[in-house]
Structure formats: C-alpha cells, structure tokens
C-alpha cells in the first residue's frame, strides 16, 4: 500500500484553550490521527496552554483521556500513544495577563514553522494576538488559527478583523470551517472543474434549482447559552450554509491557488440578493415525550430565537439568473444529513409517454454521514411490459470506490491543522469574505426583528415546519427526503 500523506515541516503548534471542549473531542485526537499516519516529523510539538495549574504529565493525562474517549480504532495502539504524548507540552498562562508569557517564550523555537491555534472566546482574540507580538513569540513568517463564530454581525466581525490585523498579515490569519476540510466539499471543485462532462452544464440553461441542506438530529445541548443569543442563522447560515453556497456556484479560479478561489468565493457572496420576507421560514422545536422542548434546552420559556432556517436566494449574475438556491438547515430533525443536491431542468421534449417532469438528472454531494457522490439517472425499468422508466443513482461512495487505498480519509480538523502548517490558506476564509457574508445577512436578521416574526413550532424527527414545505411548493417543487 503507497502512503498519499505528505510530511510536513518540523513545527510547534500552540493550542490556547488546549484543555478545552473543541481540544478534546477534535484537535488532539486528530493530531493523534495525524502522527499515526507519518504527518508529524521528528521535530513537531503541541503545546497546550490555559489557565488550569498543572504540568506537562498532567496535560498528557487529559490528552490520553480525549484520545480513549474520541479516537477511533488507532486509539488501541498504546506504543504510538506513548510516542505522541512525549511530543506534548503545557504551560499555565493567563492570556489577558502576564503570568506564563514568559515560560511560552522560552518553549517556543525560532527556527521552525510556528502555529497559533485560538480555541478561546473571540474576546480574547485581540489580548492573545498582543502579547504574542508584545513577547516576541511570533514573527511575520508565525500562523494563527481562529474559530467560529467570528462575530455576530457586520460590525463585530469587522473589530475582530482590526484585532487581528493590528498584530497578524491577512495571509497570517486561518479562519476555520470544519466543513470546508471535509472530503466531499473539496471533491465538489474536482467534479466541477476536472470533469468535462459537469462544468458546460453548471448554469441557468441547464440547472432549474440547487437545495443545500445541513440537519441534525441533537438539540442545542449544553450550547444553549450561546445557541440563543445566535441562533440558526448566525450559527449556521451565515458560516456553514454560505460556504458550500460559494463553493456550488463560484466561477472557475483562475489557478487552484487561494487567493484565487477565495477572490470567487467573494464574487458570488456580494452577488446575492436581498431575500424576501416571503422566502425565509424560522422554526423551533417542540418538545415530545422524554425529550426537551428548545426553550427547555436553553432555560428561556419566552425564546424566540431559531433553531431552524429555512430561505430561498437568488445570486444576481449571468451564470445563475433565474436559478433559486434554496437553504435549510435544523435541529432535531428527521436523520443527521448534509448533503448539496444539484437538480437539472426538465427535458424539453420527450418521445416517452411517461411525464418527463417526474424525472430528472440530480446530483447530489453528500457531506455527512456517508460521504460521496451520486448522479440520478433515467432508465428502463428492467422486464417485460413496456417502456416504463426508473430513476436510479450513479453512486461513488468514497469508502467502497477507493477501498483501502492509501491511508484512511483524514477528519476535517486534521486536513485543515496541516493545512495550517503547510501555509495553504485555499480553505480558510479571508477577512473580507467574513465581513461580506455578515453584510448579507444582518438584514435579514434585522428584517425578522422589525417584523416581530417568531419562529414557527416543528415536531422532532420531522422535516421542519410546514411553511418550509410550502416554501418548495409554491415554487412547484419539492425538497429532498433528508436521510441518514
């Protein structure tokens, strides 16, 4: 078996909130991931810091721990473990003081690539930024990683941009969104501008709509605080959502480069319309037997915030005039599913006596839980009787295609951390492009508020409210069966 990973330079990379939720379940165990699979050289260290007093055994416990309760199969190898833990480090600092910055300044080494993961509040973005420049910890040639939400509106989104730009170069700064690492999202631009057979048809001529849907089956859990002074749109639509709506609808870059695929990205943000009140739905799941209602998981009897979207837009140029791009995304709903659905247009004539318009071409890129890729065609239904037509998938379901070839698909974290450290930006967002997204939706944040609009009720393990269904239908469409 030949080994597709690529090493990578010696590094450090510096987790601020290494002992928190996102570091357990994500980072060190897909650093684990990464070390078992040869990505991490000799010279590579993680170094976890936060307040917590403790020593670097203690750091390592907490890191075993993760790795027993979140890794995968790889977890049982206790020689790999062993080697991985001695490459960690921790040390106790308190990011809005003074006390450890000087301990870090020492660990730190010079002459290798020097990463910055901010798994913090993005309060603390700004006083972490300073004192890394202010004890000479970063230079010019230094990366930080920054997380969601990076701010709630256009002009929070717009300090934190300042925060960080006063210490950090744009081409410095990695704004992450662990959708943009997985497998299929990347799989998108290789079937979109690597196949001939997709890209002449990727316009108004051809498609008659796209349907992007991201739905879940758990509730708000234990972010029901931040969950309701965000909700679905800020939480999901504004990130997640408006990615995979860029990636579906760019024009081919000029070069698979990252400022290049990022200019395109832009371009179709400022290219989308304002939406119409008519065209967005708002929902809040009910409760049901033995299962919190959302105003029970956030302790807020009088919440009016969203756990589901649902809205229709249209992106103004030539490429997709006339073509709505419809949006949902949902808590507690029917199957945990995100998946992209390209339907082409109807047939302009048939010789069949069927009705045409029960079949159509539809691709669909399915992001979780299945990755992969299917193209729905028309045939014959096999047997005697007549012509009768059946629609049927064309299906690339990455882990049967590719079977064991190479190493095992990374998680979205791992990709986009040795992104980092590579120094790819192509799958981060730029600081303008954050900025132009919250441009997009604070209005119809805004809009809601002015309208008083309150989201409607919708069962668990539906599909979402009733309105979202008619949004479909009076267009004389339908949305896909979410499955699992």
């Known amino acids: 078996m030949v080994s597709r990973v690529i090493p990578v330079k010696p590094f450090d990379l510096v987790i601020f909130g290494g002992t928190g939720d996102l570091a357990r379940r ?22 976890g810091c936060a307040r917590t007093a403790m020593d670097d055994a203690g750091f390592r416990d907490i890191a075993r721990a993760a790795i027993a309760e979140f890794g995968g199969p790889e977890r049982s190898d206790a020689a790999g473990l062993a080697a991985f833990l001695d490459r960690l480090a921790y040390v106790p600092i308190d990011v809005t003081g003074e006390d450890g910055w000087r301990d ?46 990076f701010g709630r509106d256009l002009r929070s989104a717009q300090e934190l941009n300042a925060a960080l730009a006063a210490h950090f170069g744009e081409g410095q700064i990695y704004r992450i969104d662990h959708y ?4 299929t999202v990347q799989n998108l631009m290789a079937v979109r501008f690597g196949n001939v057979l997709f890209e002449p048809l990727w316009n108004n001529h051809y498609i008659d709509h796209i349907q992007i849907t991201v739905a879940e089956t758990v509730g708000v859990g234990g972010r029901g605080s931040y969950y309701d002074g965000a909700g679905a749109m800020r939480d999901m639509v504004q990130n997640h959502l408006m990615q995979l709506l860029c990636l579906i609808a760019m024009e081919p870059p000029a070069r698979f480069e990252a400022d290049a695929v990022r200019d395109e990205k832009l371009k179709v943000i400022r290219a989308l319309q304002p939406v119409d009140p008519q ?79 029960r079949h159509r071409n539809i691709l669909s890129i399915r992001l979780q839980p299945n990755e992969g890729i299917d193209l729905q065609v028309t045939i014959k239904d096999p047997g005697p009787g007549g012509m009768r037509l059946l629609d ?13 070839q190479g190493e095992p698909a990374a998680d979205a974290y791992e990709r986009l951390i040795m992104d980092v450290i590579r120094g790819d930006q192509t799958l981060f967002m730029r600081g303008d492009e954050v900025e132009a997204a919250w441009a997009w939706t604070d209005p119809v944040i805004a809009g809601r508020e002015e309208r008083g609009d309150r989201p409607q009720p919708y069962d668990q393990g539906s599909a979402g409210p009733d309105d979202a269904l008619m949004l479909m239908h ?11």
């Open 26 to 47: 994500k980072i060190l165990p897909g650093l684990f991931r990464r070390f078992r699979a040869g990505q991490m050289p000799a010279g590579a260290r993680v170094i």
């Open 104 to 149: 870090l300044a020492a660990l730190v080494r010079a002459d290798v690539v020097r990463a910055f993961y901010f798994s913090v509040a993005p309060r603390l973005f700004g006083p972490i930024a300073e004192r890394l420049h202010l004890h000479a910890i970063a230079d010019d040639d230094s990366r930080i990683v920054v997380e969601k939400p």
């Open 180 to 183: 943009l690492g997985k497998e």
């Open 279 to 357: 065209d967005i739905v708002f929902g809040q799941y009910s409760g049901a037997p033995g299962s919190p209602s959302y105003r029970d998981d956030v302790e807020n009897p009088a919440s009016t915030s969203e756990s589901f979207v649902a809205l229709r837009c249209r992106i103004g140029n030539w490429r997709w005039a006339g073509v709505p791009f419809y949006l949902r995304t949902g808590k507690k709903m029917k199957a945990r599913s995100s998946e992209i659905a390209v339907v082409f247009q109807k047939l302009g004539h048939t010789i069949f006596d069927e009705d045409m318009a």
């Open 392 to 404: 049927v998938p064309l299906d690339l379901t990455f882990a049967e295609a590719l079977g064991d």
């Open 474 to 484: 009076r267009d004389g469409r339908r949305w896909r069966d979410i499955k699992g």
